[in-house]
C-alpha cells in the first residue's frame, strides 16, 4: 500500500446515512489531505490538515467532516448533507514542504444506494 | 491563485510510438512541478518532480519531463509507449515550501492501442 491505507475499497450508503471513510498512513508525514475524483473532473481537495488537531477547509468542503486526533489517522465523514457523494475518493500525506509531492492511498469508491 | 491547465483531456497513441502530454501553469512565484499517474481504481503514483536544477527530469517507466519557465510549461513525454502505459496523468504544482498544497491538472487519459 506504500504506506497509507485507506478503508474499505468499496462502500454502499443508503440516502441520508453518513459514513466515515478511513486513511492510515505510516510514513511520518505532518499533513494529510482528502480528495474527491469524479470522471473528467480531476481531483477537488474536500479538506486538508498540516498538523494534529488542525485542518482546513478544501474547495469542496460542504457536507464533508473531518478530524485529526492521531497523526497517523485522517478520517473523512460524508454526511447526508452531501447531496452527491457517489464518487471515488482518495486520501493522500505529505511532508510540510514542498519538496516530496504527495503520497497517495489506493482509494475508496462510494456508492450511494 | 495558481492554476494547471492540461491541454489533452484524451490521448489515443499506437503502441511504439511516442507520446507528449501537454502542461501549462499559471504561478507568479517559483514551482515545484510533479506529473502522477493513475490506473484504473488505484491512487496516484509519482512519476516525477522537478524542484531545481536541470530542466530536463527522468522519471520512472522511461518518461521524461522538461520544465519551461518562460512559457510555464512542464510537458511529460515518452518515446515509445507499451499497452501497460495506459492510464490517467496528472501534472501537478506545488507554489514552493511554506504549505505544501499542491494544485492539479483535470488529467490526461492516455488510450495505448495495439
Known amino acids: 500500500d506504500g504506506g497509507i491505507t485507506q478503508s474499505p475499497k468499496y462502500l454502499f450508503r443508503k440516502e441520508g446515512q453518513n459514513v466515515t471513510l478511513s486513511c492510515e498512513q505510516y510514513?511520518?508525514?505532518?499533513?494529510m489531505y482528502w480528495y474527491r475524483q469524479d470522471p473528467g473532473q480531476g481531483l477537488r481537495l474536500i479538506y486538508y490538515?498540516?498538523?494534529?488537531?488542525?485542518?482546513q477547509k478544501g474547495d469542496i468542503a460542504e457536507g464533508y467532516s473531518v478530524s485529526r486526533e492521531k497523526k497517523e489517522s485522517f478520517p473523512l465523514t460524508v454526511t447526508s448533507a452531501q447531496k452527491n457523494p457517489t464518487a471515488f475518493y482518495l486520501c493522500?500525506?505529505?511532508?510540510?514542504?514542498?519538496?516530496?509531492?504527495?503520497?497517495f492511498g489506493s482509494g475508496t469508491r462510494l456508492t450511494v444506494v | 491563485a495558481q492554476s494547471v491547465t492540461q491541454l489533452d483531456s484524451q490521448v489515443p497513441v499506437f503502441e511504439e510510438a511516442p507520446v507528449e502530454l501537454r502542461c501549462n501553469y499559471s504561478?507568479?512565484?517559483?514551482?515545484?512541478l510533479f506529473w502522477y499517474v493513475q490506473y484504473p481504481n488505484q491512487g496516484l503514483q509519482l512519476l516525477l518532480k522537478?524542484?531545481?536544477?536541470?530542466?530536463l527530469v527522468k522519471g520512472i517507466n522511461g518518461f521524461e519531463a522538461e520544465f519551461n519557465k518562460s512559457q510555464t510549461s512542464f510537458h511529460l513525454r515518452k518515446p515509445s509507449v507499451h499497452i501497460s502505459d495506459t492510464a490517467e496523468y496528472f501534472c501537478?504544482?506545488?507554489?514552493?515550501?511554506?504549505?505544501?498544497?499542491?494544485?492539479f491538472g483535470g488529467g490526461t487519459r492516455v488510450l495505448v492501442k495495439p
Open positions: 490538515s498540516q498538523i494534529v488537531n488542525d485542518f
Open positions: 510514513l511520518n508525514h505532518d499533513a
Open positions: 493522500a500525506s505529505s511532508n510540510r514542504q514542498g519538496r516530496g509531492g504527495y503520497t
Open positions: 522537478y524542484l531545481s536544477g536541470s530542466t
Open positions: 504561478s507568479s512565484v517559483s514551482v515545484y
Open positions: 501537478a504544482v506545488s507554489e514552493g515550501a511554506a504549505v505544501n498544497k499542491l494544485t
